[in-house]
Structure formats: structure tokens, C-alpha cells
């Protein structure tokens, strides 16, 4: 396998702007600066526009998309019951992590490659009260894309005060999202996917509603370092161009996201949207000419950012990562435990999108024909 | 005050090495990718031996220093006896942090600026049986060095079960540790002080006999993002060159964390805790001769990784702050809850000791001394 820098075509980490790579690089400059503040608040900033809200409170934080899933322990409290709507290997973690903390799962789930309908769903809300229903956006391990629109709609047409929490790791900046119009309390990512910087930030969005939840809790978080009571103050001090401290920010991280979140404000969201879809839809045709199948079962429940695809018969991962690693080109192979050795992933997102210059989708399509065609396979 | 990047001497983040920061800005790179693999690998040897260990077990992970006080709750049982040797703010904020965990927690302290005995560390520790001891090796809102070596000695020599956990955040990479040879069971950092790489990691290094106490507790451990049942194989399998995933490492600040090991490691410890305290003696015989009075009480107890010192009468934070500033020096105010507005605290790790050829010392004491004398400070 060849051990130059390859094109980093995986579900995340993506490509990174130089921008972005220059900021990571900032000199050392301290938290509580008065260059630093302003930066970190307009990031908090940033974040609420590129999910479209005027109300909802981010929370950047230094850790791994992960720690996302752990800040859910402001929200419950032992014995609440949560609905996982589960489309693949995140999904089923992120319930894992919610029951560490006391909650009481159901798990709606489908086949590989499918997600539950919006009947389904409508029979799940309706047949016990949930504190909190969560729904994987994007879930890398399958590439399936959810309704979260829908799924918000049909759980506060049945309970209001059901707070609707997306796993937005794979899909913030890359997929559609209406944080206010569709109704949604909790938005989670990381910053090394749509967002386009380099892992190590946690970065979770909560409604109104759901940081009333929190503040009215009867009983304490049971977490230290996950705990939005140390956390929520942070947020407000720098957004109100104060520093403040609790734990030492990761000041370069957030220099790099505020980098990345200025070109995509100033790209527009929209657009942004709109150029994710066009391209995957794109790129799911070259898959199909190329007589391969995708494991999302549907046009529309497949995601913009990513592709999971079937291997063909007779080529396997283990040949198929490397072939195009000797093209310069790195994607991944499959996660989800019922089927890892039988399909892998392309990623999609950021600047290997947004800016056609660089080629990059046609480097791994190219890359990908000819790895396949060297391993015998013929469309 | 001046909207130019300043010489950053707050007792962390410190400044960075050109190399380090070139390293934060490598491209995109799986946390898969067989070029990264033993770059992790490596960091986690190397951690072992900045810390003189050959058998203690490296955590490196995605979070801010104070995620290393969280996952003690993989050694804590809800009920379990904890005695907190405090000598500041963070002594008094870990114990709040274990506190959540279930621990009991009992408080060994002394006044600003001191530490407690040995001889009151020994009667609290024989007055009671302890699950953990933690001592803050370097207090950041006092600049007090606690003994570390003698409380190890005396906690095991009592009692051998009893885990001895360092708070090193402001000590490994610029305080003498000897992991193996001084009984320790935990040390806890942050990547941006003594290590020289921009905030953004948490490292905790374990002891065989903490790793076995976590490997034996009798209650499931109550936090996901922190769970060593999930890092330790991640740590495994880089350590042996294997990739593999639970959340996604900060690729970036890993290769950084990399590279300033690697520079660590060729310049040898022993060397470099020699020249800490040789530039920290000589850093407190300026303040001495200045008139001025640091808060560590004595010499012995003074962390050769910065000082803490009282502001001499008619000099104020907001006064002293931006005057070192406008010279293009940052320096930090107090933060102990008793006495913040009375102090400053100036920083003195890392390549600004290290490589004399920076002058950073020098431009500190020039700068701290024509400060002074503008705001009519006579020494």
C-alpha cells in the first residue's frame, strides 16, 4: 500500500480547505485573548446559522463527535424512556451510550439498507410516551439518509414535549437541515465531516425546549465533563464576546472552524444543500452505470455526503481499498457488523464538493473504474 | 490593548514549535491510514517514557485536560473514599469532579501558597482507609509544586492498595515524574502546557495496578465517553500498529502531539526537567530582586513551570495585563477564588526554556520590569 498522502475520499475526516490547514496552524495564542474571544463567538454564531436557527444554543466543545452522544445525559434522567430509530452501527451505539445513562430503549429498526417508514414511526410514537426520540441523519454506516423532517413532524403532532434529537455527525453541512422550521431540540456533530475541519471538535445544538428540559431536571447530571451546567455559561460569556473558563478550549480547532464556517456562511447553506445533492446524485448514476448497487435502498433515502456500495462478486475490500490507495485515492470499507466484508464507502462532503476545481470526485470515480476493472470486474 | 498576537507566557497553552504547528497542519488523513497508525503508536510510547514508565498504559485521547479528571470514574465506586490533597483551584475542582462520581471525598488542604505536610499527609492518610489519593503536582491558580514523590511514598507505605493519582496537567513535560520508580498510579495532562502541543488532548497514563482495579470494579462504569472498556483496545491496537475505531482521534493534534514527543524524547527528560528548574530558580531570583513576593511560600514547594506572583500595592490585573501586552507579552491574572485579583501568573515551559536562542525569558522579565516602573513600581 502506498505510503504517500492519499485524497482522503472516506465519510470523514474529509478534505480540508488550506484555509482551514493554515488556521490549524495559529500560533499560540491564549483562550482568554482578546483576538481569541471574538473568534469563538463568532463560531458559536456560525454554527446556529448553518443549521438555520435564530434560537437554538451550540455547545463547542473539545472531544470527538462522540462526546455529542454523551452531553444527551443533560437531557435525561433515569428510567426515561427514548425511542432510537435506528438505521445502522451509530445508531445502535448511540443507544448503547443513552443507556449508560439510565434510559429505558426501543429500538426501531429495518433491514440493512432501509430505514423505518414513517407509519412505523407513527406506531412507535404513538404506543408509549418517550422522553426523547433520536434519529442517526446519516448513518455512516450504511449511507442511509433519515426524514428527519418527517420524523420531527409525526413526533410533535403526538407529543409536544418529546424532544427530537438528531445524530447529525454525517450530514451538518452537507445534508438539509431546518433546525427551527422542522421543530428539531437536539442537532449533534463532529467538525470532521460537512463542517470541513480537522477532527476534535464536539459540536451539539439544543432548541429552547430542550434547554428547558435541562434546567428543570429533577435530578443531577450525573456527568462531569459532559455537563452543560459547566458548559452552557462558556457559551454565553464568548458569545457575548467574554472569555470565560472551565476547561482550556481547542483554540486552534476552533481558529480552523471558524475558517471553514465563514466559507460555508458565505457560500450560503442553501446552495450549499442544493450542490450536495446534485453531486451525489451524480455520483449514485456512475454506481448504477457501473452496474454496482448501493446499500441504501432508495434514491431518497440515500445520503448527499456519502455512498455505501455493494462489492461486486469475486472483489473484495482488502483489494478493492488498496487498488485505489495506489491511485492516490483513500476510501473506507464497511462498518455495520451484519455485513462489513460486503460493500464499502466514498465520501462526499466540503470542498471535494463545492469546489469543482479540484476534481476530486472525478479522481475517485476514475480511480474507482479502474481499480474495479484491474480486479476483473466488468460493468 | 493590542490587537497583535503576543508572546503567549499564561502557564498554558505555551508556545508552540514551528514543527508542531507545521504538523497541525497536515492534510486530511484517515484515522485508519497506514501512514497514521504508527504515528499514534509512537505518541503512546512516548507518552510512557516522558513520564519514566515501562509498563504504565497511555490514554490519548479527543477532550480538554479536564476529561482526564473524568475518566478517574473508571476507578471510582459509587461510595468509595477519596482524599483530595488540594493546593488551589483545580485540587478543589478535581474533588468536584470525583464528587459526581459517587466518591466521598475528604479534603486535606493548607493555606494559599502552602502545601499540605508530609506529616499531615501521612495522619490523614492513616486516619482512614482510601480508595484514591490525588494530589495536584502543580497547582495553575498558585504555581504551588506539590511533593508528589514523598505522598506516593506515604500512601503506599500505609497503604499499598490505595491508588495515588497525579493531576500533572501543568507538570508532565516540566516537572521531574518518575512513573515506575515513584509508585504513581495515574498521571493526568493536557496536551498544551509541559508537551508543547495546542490544547485539544486529554493524557492519562495508568499504572498496572490502577488498570487492574478498573479491570475488577463490581459496578459497570457509568460513563460512556470516558469508558476505558472502550479506549483501552483503541490504545491497544494503535500501540501494536493495528487501526481501529471508536470515536474519531484529532488526527492533527495527534501528529503535533507526535512531534513534540519526538523532540521531547531526543533532548532527553532528565535534561529537561534539569533546565525547568534551572530557568524557574532564575526566573524567581528576578522576581526576588524586583521586591516583589511569589505565593508558593518556600523554594522547595515553587513549580519550575511558572510562577504565581502577589502584585505589589497600587498595582492592579487590569492595569498590569495590557501593559505587558502592549510589549507584545500575554501574561495571566489570578484565579484562586480567595485572592484572584491579588496575583499574576507567568508561564515558563516548554520551547520557551528550552531554546534560550527565543529569549522568551529575557523578553518576559524586560517586559514585566518596564511595566512595573510605568506604573510606578519602584523595586
Known sequence: MSAQR????????????????????????SHVDPLFVPVFGESIEMVRQVVLSEKAQPFITSGSGTLGWDMMVNLLEAGDEVLVISTGYFGDHFAE?????GAKITTLTSDVGARPSNEEIKAAVSAKKYKMVTVTHVDTSTGVLSD???VAEIVKSISPETLVVVDGVCSVGSEEIRFDQWNLDVVITGSQKGLGVPPGLSIV??????ID???????????YYSN?????PIMEAYEARKPAYFATPAVQLVYALHTSLKQIVAGGVEARFAKHQQVAADFRKTVKDLGLKQVAQSEESSAN?????WLPEGVTVPQLVPALASKGIQIAGGIHKACATQYFRIGHMGISVMEDERQHIQKVKNALVSSLTELGYKA
Open 213 to 223: 428540559v435541562f434546567k428543570t431536571r429533577k435530578t443531577p447530571v450525573p456527568s
Open 97 to 101: 451510550c443513552l443507556e449508560v445513562y
Open 6 to 29: 492519499k485524497l482522503c475520499m472516506i465519510p470523514g475526516p474529509i478534505e480540508f480547505h488550506e484555509d482551514v490547514l493554515a488556521s490549524m496552524a495559529t500560533p499560540a495564542t
Open 228 to 232: 452543560w451546567n459547566k458548559w452552557l
Open 205 to 210: 445544538v439544543a432548541s429552547p425546549q430542550a
Open 305 to 309: 455526503g456519502m455512498t455505501a456500495i
Open 148 to 150: 428527519i423532517k418527517s
